[in-house]
């Protein structure tokens, strides 16, 4: 069983930056595709990044494109997501999730490939 716990959000300005961490712990994290979704408000859950098992690969909703960073350090079991240039658009629960049992080719977009979730961090964007 992977645990997964989310850190790092909180209350930012437009315009300003937050650092996303997730741990994962009870597996081997090289072993997993990894996620970063979110869920705003009355809307359904969305896909926001994602990187492969070696981090080799990433993919990324296109309203973050440039502006998003994911990335993964194997090492400590942690992925991270770097947002800068946060708007009140970006105002969400933003949940960090595990994809098992795929290819270091695979950076996965759906949530039906995500089987593990974590507990989400809120993320409030002032404007």
């Known amino acids: 069983q992977v645990q997964l716990v989310e850190s790092g959000g909180g209350l930012v300005e437009a315009g300003g930056s937050l650092r996303l961490s997730c741990a994962a712990s009870g597996g081997t994290f090289n072993r997993y595709a990894m996620g970063w979704f979110r869920q705003a408000p009355g809307k359904e859950r969305e896909f926001v990044a994602t990187?492969?098992?070696?981090?080799?690969?990433?993919s990324y909703a296109d309203s973050v494109k440039g502006r998003f960073t994911i990335s993964r350090d194997n090492a400590k079991n942690t992925v991270y997501l770097q947002m800068n240039s946060l708007n009140a658009e970006n105002t969400a629960v933003y949940y960090c999730a595990a994809a098992i049992g795929l290819t270091d080719w695979h950076v996965p977009v759906s949530r039906g490939a995500y089987a593990y979730w974590g507990q989400g961090t809120q993320v409030t964007v002032s404007s």
């Open positions: 990187i492969s098992r070696s981090g080799s690969r990433t």
